[in-house]
Each structure stands twice: as structure tokens, then as C-alpha cells.
């Protein structure tokens, strides 16, 4: 069971999260929980190291985060102890969780789960910090990436061999589009793997992307629900042959993008290598690429990558200036995405020509296209994407289509 940082948010809820799971260890469950810091520590402890510095150490900058995630398991356990259960804490590293070194977005290689085990086999009720872990040389904290805590669940309970892996969140399930944004979202009862990665990758942080991995490459069973009811949410299932395939299961939007531009590049082998090589190494994950032709043997390159690191990108691409020769490099902060998901459109040409129409019948601009064989993304300016979002939601209908779909 994992609870999101709204779910603890405060001293009721966290006794509420406390008898969910005191609930779930009296059916006769075994049970692990994962727990996310409360509220918006996470946000406040990144502002207090900005406060400090303008660029905070990686490694320093982890040490201070995990904290979060241990202020609430501490907390959940002592609720736990209330209720007359016995439940022990563990950190990430207490708990095997073993990592690469790439403090801040540190992946998962390793999880030797015997302390977990032990405490289950003790009768406990096994408390374990969200969002971090010990990188596999021994040394340090790491944690894994905004929203995090879902890929701890997941990954220990394929590691452990949970018979559910249950993320419980402010919201009742997945819904067709934020429900923050669309009044008319609803719950899907089932999304395939395939759809929520997209859905995932594409800014729906119901779920952390990696978790959705795992539980595709590890079988876990997944469900998204509510820690204040007890319905039932939405199943992460394998697609199978025989699956109704919506043409658009939902829409996902981003609005912390930018978009730089690299003007005047040589039109020739090895260039692009050379400029995403270093973004690379310098671990800033880019995203839709565009390559023009400009004129006398030179070219345009435009990427998008996440707001945050543009400052980086920036510095890293300056480094390589002098080799590369490039013209000018412009960026824009402004940018947002917004995408289309859904495994019918394989099947369904037109998808796209629609999405732009239904977009410029509102004046939104596009500025990149994305696509894969079961997505459809554009960029577009930041202040049009709630606009955008609920333009598509109507055109593609799908509060009907998802409404029609979860009662076959
Ligand atoms: P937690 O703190 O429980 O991890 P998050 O804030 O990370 O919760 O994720 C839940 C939020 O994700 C919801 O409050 C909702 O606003 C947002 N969200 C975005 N897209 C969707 C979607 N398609 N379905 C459900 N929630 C979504
Ligand atoms: N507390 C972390 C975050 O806010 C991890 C998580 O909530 O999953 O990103
Ligand atoms: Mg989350």
C-alpha cells in the first residue's frame, strides 16, 4: 500500500492512512506500506535549498529530501502502534533499496528486501520511506525522482512478490484527463500498461513513469485508488488481443517545459551525436526533437526538455560552442504539451488532423508535433494548455466514450 503526500498531509490523515492499513493486516494481509512526505514538504524543502544556494549540491540536495519521506513513516508507525499493531520504519536504504548514483532522479538497480521480510515474518506491519534509496557502492542517500514514491511501491513489491500493489492518492483512480482541469474527467476502470506509460511520460503524475515499468516488466498487479473511499479505482492491466481498444483513452499535458533552439548548426554527420551527447552526460532528459534545414550547409535544432533544466542545459551546450560553431541558441520557457493517448488510434487514421483542428478552432498555436504508433503530442504556449486540454476532452467526447467503456 502506498500513500501520497496528501494522504498524510496532516494528524488525521495520517490516522486515517493508519486504519487503512490497521484494516487491510486484520484481514489476515501481510502488509508493507510505502509512505510519501506529508503535504508539500518536498516543495518546501526544495524552496529551502534554493534559499541557500542556486545551485544546491545533487548530493546534498538528497540528503535533504529524503527527510521528508522519513518525518511521515515514522509518524505512520506510531499511529499504527495506537491502533494496537506492531509496525516497524525503515528508510530506503534500511529497506535494500539500492541505486545508481545520479542524485535527485536516481534509478532503482537492486532491492534486497530481507530486513522487510523479516519484519513481516515478526508479525509486522513493515513502514517504509518513499522516494529514496542508498546507491549500490554503499555510500549514499539518493532519491529518485519528483513523485518517486510510486516507483518504491512498485519495486518492492515485485521484489517482495506482492499479490497487489495498491497506490493510494487524493484522487479516486485515473481519470480520462486531470480532474483538476476537466470537470467532466472521469475514472477509466482499467488502463493497459502500454496507454499509462504514455499517459505517465506525458504528465499525468497520477503515477511516476518508472513505476509503471515496473509493473509492467515485473507482472505486479496495479491499482490506483482513493485513501478516502473505499471504491474500488482503476487496474494497470496487460493489454490482451481481445481488449477494447479506445481511440483516445485519455489526454496528459505538461506544463514545466522549455524549448531551445540551436541555430546555424553544420549539416553534417556527427553533430547531433555531439549535442545530445553532452546533454547526456549531464543527465538532462530531452524530449521531442526537431531538425530543419536552413540554408548554405547549416541547419536548425530544436528540443524540449523540462523547465528546471534549462539553466543547465544552457551552460553544457555553451561548453561545446567552440567546437560546433553553431549560429545562436535561443530558448523558450513558455512552452507547455499536451498529448492524446489511446491504443485505437493504430487503427484509426484522422486522429491527428483532428486534434489540430479542434486546436485551431480555439487559435491555439502549435509549435512541435509528437507522435508515436498510440500518442499524439503538441507543444504549445504554456497559457493555452488548460484551454487546449478541455477543447479535446469535449471534441473526442470522452466522458461518454470512458462512461460507455467502463460498463461493458
Ligand atoms: P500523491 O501525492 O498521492 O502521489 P499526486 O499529486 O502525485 O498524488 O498525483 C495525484 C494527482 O494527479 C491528482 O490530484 C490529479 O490532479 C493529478 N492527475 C493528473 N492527471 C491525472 C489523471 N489522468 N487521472 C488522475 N489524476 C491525475
Ligand atoms: N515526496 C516526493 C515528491 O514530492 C515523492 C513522492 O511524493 O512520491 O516528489
Ligand atoms: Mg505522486
Redesign the pocket.
Given at each position: 500500500m502506498k500513500f501520497?503526500?496528501s494522504s498524510v498531509a496532516d494528524a488525521d490523515k495520517i490516522r486515517n492512512v493508519a486504519r487503512r492499513i490497521a484494516a487491510a493486516r486484520e484481514s489476515g494481509d501481510d502488509v508493507v506500506a510505502v509512505v510519501?512526505?506529508r503535504g508539500k514538504?518536498?516543495?518546501g524543502l526544495v524552496q529551502l535549498a534554493n534559499e541557500i544556494s542556486d545551485r544546491p549540491d545533487p548530493r546534498e540536495l538528497d540528503m535533504l529530501?529524503s527527510t521528508?519521506?522519513r518525518i511521515s513513516c515514522a509518524l505512520v508507525a506510531m499511529a499504527l502502534h495506537d491502533l494496537g499493531h506492531q509496525a516497524v520504519s525503515f528508510t530506503g536504504s534500511q529497506a535494500g533499496i539500492f541505486t545508481d548514483s545520479a542524485h535527485t532522479k536516481a534509478r532503482i538497480v537492486e532491492i534486497r528486501a530481507d530486513r522487510i521480510r523479516e519484519a513481516l515474518e515478526g508479525g509486522n506491519i513493515a513502514l517504509v520511506a518513499?522516494?529514496q534509496g542508498m546507491s549500490i557502492d554503499g555510500k549514499n542517500v539518493t532519491?529518485?525522482?519528483?513523485?518517486?514514491?510510486?516507483t518504491t511501491a512498485v519495486a518492492l513489491a515485485a521484489s517482495i512478490n506482492a499479490d497487489v500493489c495498491e497506490i493510494y492518492t487524493d484522487v479516486t483512480g485515473v481519470f480520462t484527463a486531470d480532474p483538476r482541469i476537466v470537470a467532466g474527467a472521469v475514472k477509466l476502470p482499467r488502463i493497459s500498461h502500454e496507454e499509462m506509460l504514455e499517459m505517465a511520460a506525458m504528465g499525468s503524475k497520477v503515477l511516476?513513469l518508472r513505476s509503471v515499468e515496473f509493473a509492467r516488466n515485473y507482472d505486479v498487479p496495479l491499482h490506483v485508488r482513493s485513501s478516502f473511499s473505499p471504491d474500488e479505482g482503476t487496474w494497470i492491466i496487460k493489454e490482451t488481443p481481445d481488449m477494447e481498444q479506445a481511440i483516445v483513452s485519455g489526454i496528459a499535458h505538461k506544463s514545466d517545459e522549455a524549448k531551445i533552439t540551436i541555430t546555424g548548426v553544420h549539416d553534417q554527420p556527427g553533430v547531433a551525436a555531439s549535442i545530445f551527447t553532452v546533454l547526456a552526460d549531464a543527465l538532462i532528459n530531452v524530449d521531442t526533437i526537431i531538425q530543419n534545414m536552413g540554408s548554405d550547409g547549416r541547419a536548425d535544432l530544436s528540443f524540449t526538455l523540462p523547465l528546471d533544466e534549462l539553466s543547465r542545459a544552457r551552460d553544457v551546450l555553451d561548453t561545446i560552442k567552440g567546437s560546433l560553431e553553431y549560429t545562436s541558441i535561443t530558448a523558450d520557457d513558455q512552452i507547455g504539451k499536451v498529448t492524446l493517448v489511446g491504443a485505437g488510434m493504430k487503427s484509426n487514421p484522422g486522429i491527428a488532423a483532428k486534434m489540430f483542428r479542434v486546436l485551431s478552432d480555439k487559435d491555439i498555436n502549435i509549435l512541435m508535433i509528437d507522435t508515436s504508433t498510440i500518442r499524439i503530442t503538441v507543444v504549445i504556449n504554456r497559457r493555452d494548455i488548460e484551454r487546449a486540454v478541455r477543447a479535446l476532452h469535449d471534441a473526442f467526447d470522452l466522458e461518454a466514450e470512458a462512461t460507455r467503456r467502463g460498463n461493458v
Open positions: 501520497g503526500g510519501s512526505a514538504t518536498t516543495d529530501l521528508g519521506e518513499g522516494f532519491t529518485l525522482g519528483r513523485g518517486g514514491s510510486d511516476a
